[in-house]
T-cell receptor, first 116, second 114 residues
Framework: KQEVTQIPAALSVPEGENLVLNCSFT??????LQWFRQDPGKGLTSLLLIQSSQREQTSGRLNASLDKSSGRSTLYIAASQPGDSATYLCAPPRPYSGAGSYQLTFGKGTKLSVIP | EPEVTQTPSHQVTQMGQEVILRCVPI?????FYWYRQILGQKVEFLVSFYNNEISEKSEIFDDQFSVERPDGSNFTLKIRSTKLEDSAMYFC????????????FGQGTRLTVV
């Protein structure tokens, strides 16, 4: 069973600061890992999908890294903006069961507040 | 950009009533999913669906729940007799393949059982 822990649970930073969100997972037999953003009362927006063959994946000011061997992923946000305020969720899949589907296991998330 | 669409955005129902939540997955995706998020808790997997049948389901997905793809575009979640504890945000998701590929989620349906 996959367990996901995200640290810190909440983070408040001044605008412009670079920050790192951490995710750890228990079962490293994964093909990839996905990061999402969730605004209050809203859906899940996919930010990055990082494959196990990659060390890093970048999208704009976001950079995700994945270290399967240690069961860790980080999401780096450069030059944070107030619009980045949201909850960030890490979601590795449950190790493939052979049933053909792709279950994501979510952490509780890191609630980010960027202060203008 | 293709997106997963869910309707309604908010549904209020009385305990014991049946509800149907609707989703239109991305058109060229083959796998469909339902997840739920009880307020303040983690997003949890409910069920996956491929080739017109359930691939996997969690222990949450009991006999009160069912899924269906009634036509070429819609994917539905039915809760037969709602309970107070079914109150949650329900998310539909789809993937192009069963693994390796990015999962796209809808905006969710907030179900409130009173």
């Amino acid at each position: 069973k996959q367990e996901v822990t995200q640290i810190p649970a909440a983070l408040s930073v001044p605008e412009g600061e670079n920050l790192v969100l951490n995710c750890s997972f228990t079962d490293s037999a994964i093909y990839n890992l996905q990061w999402f953003r969730q605004d209050p009362g809203k859906g899940l927006t996919s930010l990055l999908l990082i494959q196990s063959s990659q060390r890093e994946q970048t999208s704009g000011r976001l950079n995700a890294s994945l270290d399967k061997s240690s069961g860790r992923s980080t999401l780096y946000i450069a030059a944070s903006q107030p619009g980045d305020s949201a909850t960030y969720l890490c979601a590795p899949p449950r190790p493939y069961s052979g049933a053909g589907s792709y279950q994501l296991t979510f952490g509780k998330g890191t609630k980010l507040s960027v202060i203008p | 950009e293709p997106e997963v669409t869910q309707t309604p955005s908010h549904q209020v129902t009385q305990m014991g009533q049946e509800v149907i939540l609707r989703c239109v997955p991305i058109s060229n995706h083959l796998y469909f999913y339902w997840y739920r998020q009880i307020l303040g808790q983690k997003v949890e997997f409910l069920v996956s669906f491929y080739n017109n049948e359930i691939s996997e389901k969690s222990e949450i997905f009991d006999d009160q729940f069912s899924v269906e793809r009634p036509d070429g575009s819609n994917f539905t979640l039915k809760i037969r007799s709602t309970k107070l504890e079914d109150s949650a945000m329900y998310f539909c998701a789809s993937t192009r393949q069963g693994s390796y590929t990015e999962a796209f989620f809808g905006q969710g349906t907030r179900l409130t059982v009173v």
